[in-house]
């Protein structure tokens, strides 16, 4: 049980990280366009 | 691959160099900075890209452009974003490119408000995700205390997890519920109750009981978290509001590259020389010279000076004929200019013109427009209110019933209170079926402006229609051809069609298109149009030849005919009448399909029209369309559909014209069909892409459903409060199964709201 301590601040860091990296790829434009993307790699020449 | 041929100046349409006048540059084009540099960013939508294909072409063609950057582009908005060098190539140069590719460029109406746009759904998706996120985790630490015995859980550990889940509601509170909140804030300010309100409390009293709990489970609000019931709901509530910001965002765009149009430009005649020079319509001033070609509307009011025109003005004042103007006559904004290019001195620009008028008196009558979502602020706020007040009574009964349970038990019961009528089965009852039904819509090519719109269609008793172009076809077809006893067809269609070819008259271009299957015409000469008569011209064969009305080849008309639904027109030689042409306005196919379908379903049916009475009284019988209305003038028709609405019905009007534009604002709930005016679409509630009427009858069917199931939702979130709330207030209802009974209240809301979707088999 003790692993606990330690994993459950781990996890929020993780969660807080995840975040992070889902804003980045928010504001990035990821979510923008999701078509165009995947059918790119169909009509390349 | 960098072009080694720039395009030439000379090589730019004149209607694209415009796109490189400040005023209009600075709409569509931004100045940012790139790897050091500073430069331009255009977005410009395309018309005619249809698929991934397209996307490889475009890209291909603007990046093979010297001094363009990056470019990228976007099926579903059908556009295109271009970053370019100011220093090596110019707007109007992509604009070249890209319709030299097959593509019509257009300026996006605002680079700005694009990329305001796009921030605020990056943002609204941002703070889905963070709840979601959040409430993930939140519930990997609250499910353990649920499921174990209390004894299972060391102390420290508990403690742990309770901070876990308070650090990771903080998220959620502080920029997740932002929305909620300002929108509280902003609603208490103006004195008003929306529904963010009781939201914002609800979700202000469970994070303040939580962290108590959090930080002093022996408190007095005891150990119990909210953090997940918080968490849960905030998801729910932003999931809802994100999926109906974009559906309002994709019918936006669509309407948008609708109505986009190139900036107007006019060939003015400078000074005493008259050198001509391309100015943009906002630059034009009273007095200037200006030459309008064949096929151009008149840029402003003005005075002909050219000796003679023929004007298009149906979509003023919906008379179909072309009409005759002398030098010295006016003309006006907004009408077509048909044959041979004409000079104009300007009277009006800007405001003052006929055109601005029918815009201006468009944009009162929907301002005008009885506001359905009034009455449901109307309805919410005395129930909102009655829930924050209940919520108090019953916090302040069990104060002063319990004081020794005070405050944790009151509070308790006030956030149980506020949570199980949390206007969530209430507030997604409409919205979900709506927007379920706005999908099926799409699906079938109906855009629609605004999801309150599918209740008033579904309300509607009246349709109104107009005629041309909504009923029928626009143009007109031959139905009977009448021959002298020693003329045959093909002599007197070739020489009818040889004369008509000289005149842009509709039934000249309907004539034209009888004669195309004429292997040779006949060769005339001394051809020339008489206005409102017809055409004379000489024939080797047939001496004199006249072509157009009774009056025009000297015949009396019979006194039954100025009421005939046909348009005739003679054709005459020497000898006297060749041949009579009768021309029939044709019904869309399924025109009728439509008529019957709404009057199966009661609806009373109106044909209003600017048109005469013979052509009107024939198109409705066609239709089979009891009342109708001939030679309205758009105010006639606005005066028509206001008595209507003071006797209590509710109109739907179905119209294309621009004027039009006014009777569609002021009807309930409007209709605009295929290639309608663009102004008159910018009006309409439902945007039918097909035009077919059959559309306009689904799409009633579907919104009378909606409501139907909007109603079953209503009657359920009420049943579910009635139930609750009694229950909630008397301290019967934990939190926690308040919380359970607004998720399955919601699911079973939208489950509900999701048979709509399949009703396409059904309709």
Redesign the interface.
Same mark, same amino acid.
């Given at each position: 049980m003790e692993s606990l301590f330690l994993l459950i601040p781990f996890s929020v860091l993780l969660a807080l990280a995840i975040i992070a990296l889902l804003g980045w790829a928010v504001h990035s434009n990821q979510f923008e366009d999701l078509d165009t993307e995947g059918e790119r790699i169909l009509h390349d020449d | 691959m960098v072009s080694n041929s720039p395009l030439a100046s000379d090589s730019i349409d004149a209607d694209l160099l415009a796109l490189d006048q400040a005023s209009v540059f600075r709409t569509f084009t931004a100045t940012k900075s790139h790897k050091g540099t500073t430069v331009s960013e255009s977005i410009f939508l395309l018309k005619g890209m249809h698929c991934? @294909?397209c =996307?490889?072409h475009i890209e291909q063609t603007l990046s093979q452009l010297k001094g363009v950057l990056q470019v990228k582009?976007?099926?579903?908005t059908q556009q295109a974003r271009v970053l370019w060098d100011p220093t090596q190539t110019r707007a109007s140069f992509l604009a070249q490119a890209l319709r030299n590719a097959g593509y019509e460029p257009l300026p996006a109406r605002s680079i700005q408000a694009e990329d305001e746009r =796009?921030r605020q759904s990056?943002l609204a998706?941002?703070r889905v995700? @963070?709840s979601g996120?959040?409430m993930m985790?939140i519930m990997?630490?609250t499910v353990p205390a649920y499921y174990s015995n209390p004894t299972e859980i060391?102390p420290? =550990?508990d403690a742990?997890?309770r901070w876990?889940s308070w650090?990771?509601s903080l998220?959620i509170l502080i920029f997740s519920c932002q929305p909620f909140f300002s929108a509280a804030w902003a609603d208490l300010r103006h004195r008003r109750i929306g529904m963010d309100l009781p939201v914002s409390i609800g979700i202000g009293i469970m994070f303040f009981i939580g962290t108590l709990a959090t930080f002093n489970p022996t408190g007095l609000f005891g150990s119990e978290l909210y953090f997940d019931s918080l968490s849960m709901f905030v998801f729910f509530l932003l999931s809802g509001r994100m999926l109906e910001q974009r559906l309002r965002a994709r019918t936006a765009g669509a309407v948008d590259s609708i109505i986009q149009r190139l900036p107007q430009t006019v060939e003015r005649l400078n000074g005493e020389n008259q050198t001509p020079e391309i100015v943009s319509v906002q630059m034009l001033s009273v007095n200037d010279i200006v030459r309008v070609k064949a096929g151009e509307a008149f840029p402003a009011d003005g005075i002909l000076i050219s000796s003679e025109a023929y004007v298009d003005e149906a979509l003023l004042t919906g008379e179909s004929r072309p009409q005759h103007r002398r030098a010295g006559q006016e003309v006006i904004a907004g009408s077509y200019n048909l044959r041979g290019p004409v000079q104009i001195k300007i009277t009006q620009v800007g405001n003052t013109t006929r055109f601005s008028k029918i815009v201006s008196l468009m944009e009162r009558a929907s301002t005008e427009k009885p506001k359905i979502a009034q009455l449901a602020d109307q309805i919410a706020g005395p129930f909102l209110l009655f829930i924050l007040v209940a919520a108090g009574i019953a916090a302040a009964v069990w104060w002063w019933l319990q004081p020794s349970q005070a405050p944790a038990l009151p509070l308790k019961i006030a956030v149980a209170v506020l949570i199980v009528t949390c206007p969530c089965a209430l507030s997604l009852a409409t919205p979900a079926a709506m927007l379920a039904a706005a999908g099926v819509m799409a699906k079938h090519g109906i855009l629609i402006q605004g999801l309150r719109n599918i209740e008033q269609l579904a309300h509607a008793d009246i349709f109104a229609f107009d005629k041309t172009g909504t009923l029928t076809e626009g143009s007109l077809i031959i139905s009977k051809v009448e021959l002298r006893s020693d003329t045959d067809q093909e002599t007197a269609i070739g020489l009818a069609t040889a004369i008509a070819s000289h005149s842009l008259h509709p039934i000249s271009i309907a004539l034209q298109a009888l004669g195309e299957k004429c292997k040779s015409l006949p060769f005339l000469t001394h051809i020339q149009e008489i206005p409102n008569r017809g055409l004379i011209g000489q024939s080797p064969e047939h001496g004199e030849i006249r072509l157009g009305s009774a009056a025009h080849v000297g015949i009396v008309e019979n006194s039954s005919s100025p009421k005939d639904e046909r348009l005739v027109c003679y054709l005459s030689d020497v000898k006297g009448i060749m041949a009579q042409f009768y021309f029939n306005e044709t019904l869309k196919t399924d025109t009728v399909a439509a008529i019957d379908t709404l009057k199966r379903e009661n609806k009373k049916i109106w044909l209003l029209s600017g048109d005469r009475d013979g052509p009107v009284g024939h198109v409705a019988r066609l239709a089979r369309i009891d009342q109708s209305w001939s030679q309205l003038q758009p105010q006639d028709k606005l005066h028509l559909v206001q008595q209507a609405q003071a006797q209590g019905h509710r109109i739907a009007m179905v119209g294309d014209g621009l004027n039009d534009g006014p009777v569609l604002a002021q009807a309930n709930v409007s209709f605009a069909l295929g290639k309608a005016a663009p102004l008159s679409q910018s009006y309409a509630d439902f945007i039918v892409l097909s035009g077919k009427p059959t559309d306009v009858s689904f799409a009633y069917r579907i919104a009378k459903h909606t409501l139907r199931i909007v109603k079953q939702n209503l009657a359920w979130a009420a049943i579910y409060n009635v139930l609750c709330i009694p229950l909630a207030v008397v301290g019967m209802f934990p939190p926690w199964l308040a919380g359970l009974g607004m998720a399955a209240s919601s699911i079973a809301v939208v489950s509900n709201a999701l048979r709509i979707t399949h009703l396409r088999e059904k309709l």
């Open positions: - | 991934a @294909v =996307i490889k582009t976007q099926l579903a =796009i990056n998706l941002w995700l @963070v996120f959040c985790q990997m630490y060391t420290q =550990i742990l997890l876990a650090l990771l998220p």
